[in-house]
């Protein structure tokens, strides 16, 4: 599959981005994951996405700051795009080069290998360390994150499978919880993030 991203691709958009073999992005590309200022987090891959193409530090920096790319360059920095995923200055090229990269990718497909994803070391120190003067329901959303993206045991891998299964139990734990369902109902009144 090969993504044609130009524009915004936040939350939902960029994990199905995250989740192409190649990006086709604009140079312009604003990209992120937003949704701690919602009340949730990344849970459609974006988690595994991120700890696939980056360090358990890195994932857990994408995916917990609501931080949002200023360039198609930045994300790549970031690891939103790999560093062999073409980066285009005209967006109307965006589409076309998409489709030319898809065609010529048919032939001999082979799905990509998933690599066991290392976790944090806990012995380095907490992810969410960081976060401790934070709102009470920014702290649950960090340190859930910082739980699916830290070993247990030194060593501790995981499959994309099974961290992709932490996500949706981790996200289901969350929406149910009252302040997080304000920050969501808040969200789609207003607009504007709830720093509940």
Known sequence: MVAAARGVALGGGCELMLAADRV?????????????????????????????????????????????SGSAFEARVWGLLRPDDPIVMNSRRVLPLAASTARDMIEGYQPPTEAPL???????????????????????IVAALAAMLTAT???????????????????????VQQPHQERMRHMIATNKPLAN
């Open 24 to 68: 086709v992005a604009h140079a312009e590309l604003h990209a992120g994951f937003p949704e701690r200022k919602v009340g949730l987090i990344p849970a459609w891959g974006g988690v595994t996405q991120s700890l696939a193409r980056s360090t358990p530090e890195q994932a857990f920096e994408l995916t917990s700051s609501s931080a949002v």
């Open 153 to 175: 045991r030194p060593g501790e891998t995981v499959s994309q499978d099974e961290l992709m299964r932490r996500e949706v139990e981790t996200a289901l734990s969350l929406v």
């Open 118 to 140: 290392t976790l944090h070391d806990p012995a380095t120190g907490a992810l969410d360390e960081g976060w401790r003067e934070a709102s009470p329901t920014d702290r649950t």
